[in-house]
C-alpha cells in the first residue's frame, strides 16, 4: 500500500506559478511510478504528466507540456508538480497517483494507477 497526500494548491493569476507536492508512505515509494492528473468541474479526469520510479523518464500531456515539470526525491518520498505560466484552464482539483510496484511503464492511463491521493484545488484567475 502506499499512502499519498497532495499539498500546494491555491489560488493564482493567471501567468503565475504554483508548486504542487505529493508526500508518500508505505511501502517502496522508490519503485513505484508517479503521476499526475486534474479534474476540472463537469469534465472528466485527465492525464497531466507521468515520472519514471527513478525520475529519468516522463511523460506530459500536450496542453501542458513546456509549462509544467513533474519531479520526484525518492528520499523524501516525495514528487512535485512545478506549474508556471498558469491559464484559467488549468483550474482543476489535481490529484497524485502511483502505479503498482513493479510496473515501469510510464503511462497516461487512469486504470494503470492503483493508489490516489485526496486531491489538492488548483484556481488560476484570468
Known amino acids: 500500500q502506499v499512502q499519498l497526500v497532495e499539498s500546494g494548491g491555491g489560488l493564482v493569476q493567471a501567468g503565475g506559478s504554483l508548486r504542487l507536492s505529493c508526500a508518500a508512505s508505505?511501502?517502496?515509494?522508490?519503485?513505484?511510478?508517479m503521476g499526475w492528473f486534474r479534474q476540472a468541474p463537469g469534465k472528466e479526469r485527465e492525464f497531466v504528466g507521468s515520472?519514471?520510479?527513478?525520475?529519468?523518464?516522463?511523460s506530459y500531456a500536450d496542453s501542458v507540456k513546456g509549462r509544467f515539470t513533474i519531479s520526484r526525491d525518492n528520499a523524501r518520498n516525495t514528487v512535485y508538480l512545478q506549474m508556471n505560466s498558469l491559464k484559467p484552464e488549468d483550474t482543476a482539483v489535481y490529484y497524485c497517483?502511483?502505479?503498482?510496484?513493479?510496473?515501469?511503464?510510464?503511462?497516461?492511463?487512469?486504470?494503470?494507477?492503483?493508489?490516489w491521493g485526496q486531491g489538492t484545488q488548483v484556481t488560476v484567475s484570468p
Open positions: 497517483a502511483a502505479r503498482p510496484p513493479g510496473t515501469s511503464a510510464v503511462t497516461t492511463t487512469i486504470g494503470d494507477y492503483d493508489y
Open positions: 508505505g511501502r517502496t515509494f522508490s519503485g513505484n511510478v
Open positions: 515520472i519514471s520510479s527513478r525520475g529519468g523518464r516522463s
